[in-house]
């Protein structure tokens, strides 16, 4: 029910977030929703405990839902309010709570390969049994962050799953056409890291790869490479033309789609009554309507705050005279 809950969040608030986009002046900037890939989330969020930080790229709405964002405080950041995550300053690719573990949100491809590495050394510097979950797509595989960050991982021994949601297009190029690699999985060989290839569209495949990825480093031995075989309904953004792939794909993997799934294996166990879901899809709803009020209804953050989270106070006290 948790999976349900959760992922018909995440799917309802994208659809919302789009429909606020398109109309004029309500949300700016770029857009990149993570609908068709919900499972993802859900999946991780049973296998890990809520101290584990989170950091990905800029399709984050979802991920930053997942792990305790409110849709208030998503849609406000979205219409760059104050009231958002990032005090309106961050926008669609720049989420951010540190009371969540959730770190972004990185607009620059591959950069947050780097960056949850270095969330995990410090983990392990500090003595935490925490593990870094960091995501990232098959076209960010391709940069060469991916393997300084990898070999590094594995010569320290860091508690991070590198996690590549493959949904099998950078922007607009197959994953075929950038590399004769197209397992993404297998670059971990080269570092004798542990990966696997798992179905990304089925929460309970996600969970049990990520929770076996996950002991294993909070016992002190290491990072794993998992590949998550997902797709996209959407375009890479919302400007997306899509010329790149055919209807009939797109419809082949919406026959896939890992809410229906998730909802089919509820019912059909007797986990839930029709009732109880109707009840839940109407409580989303409620909360979709909510977070657009929330936002329209708050203020844009005040001129003063323009310099404001972005240079370091000089009285910092780890900085040396």
Not at 62 to 78: D, F, V
Not at 170 to 198: F, H, Q
Request: aromatic fraction near 12%.
């Amino acid at each position: 029910m948790y999976w349900y809950e959760l992922m018909q969040l995440i799917r309802q608030f994208e659809l919302k977030a789009e429909e606020m986009y398109k109309m004029a002046g309500k949300i700016r900037g770029f857009f990149h929703a993570y609908i068709g890939q919900e499972a993802i989330a859900a999946g991780c969020m049973t296998a890990t405990q809520q101290s584990d930080p989170f950091i990905t790229a800029y399709r984050d709405h979802g991920l930053g839902l997942a792990k305790g964002i409110t849709p208030n405080a998503a849609m406000a950041e979205l219409y760059g309010k104050a009231t958002g995550s990032s005090k309106g300053k961050g926008g669609s690719m720049h989420f951010f709570s540190k009371e969540n573990y959730f770190f972004g949100g990185h607009g620059i491809v591959g950069a947050q390969i780097g960056t949850g590495a270095g969330i995990a050394f410090a983990e392990k510097y500090k003595g935490t049994d925490n593990v870094v979950l960091c995501f990232f797509g098959d076209g960010a595989a391709r940069q060469g962050m991916l393997h300084e960050a990898f070999n590094m991982a594995m010569n320290w021994k860091l508690p991070v799953l590198f996690i590549c949601e493959n949904n099998n297009y950078a922007m607009g190029t197959s994953i075929g056409r950038t590399s004769n690699v197209v397992d993404i999985y297998k670059l971990a060989d080269a570092y004798e890291m542990p990966a696997d290839k798992v179905d990304g569209m089925v929460p309970e495949s996600v969970h049990e790869s990520i929770a076996r990825a996950a002991k294993r480093a909070r016992e002190g031995d290491g990072p794993t490479l998992l590949e998550l075989k997902t797709y996209r309904y959407k375009g890479h953004s919302i400007s997306d033309p899509q010329k790149y792939r055919s209807k009939d794909e797109v419809d082949e993997y919406k026959e896939q789609d890992p809410i229906v799934r998730v909802l089919r294996t509820i019912l059909e166990n007797g986990y839930a009554t029709q009732a109880e879901i109707d009840a839940i899809d109407s409580k989303v709803a409620q909360l979709v309507e909510d977070s657009v009020k929330f936002a329209e209804e708050s203020p844009l953050p005040d001129d003063s705050e323009v310099y404001k989270d972005i240079y370091i106070d000089q009285n910092y006290p780890f900085i040396l005279d």
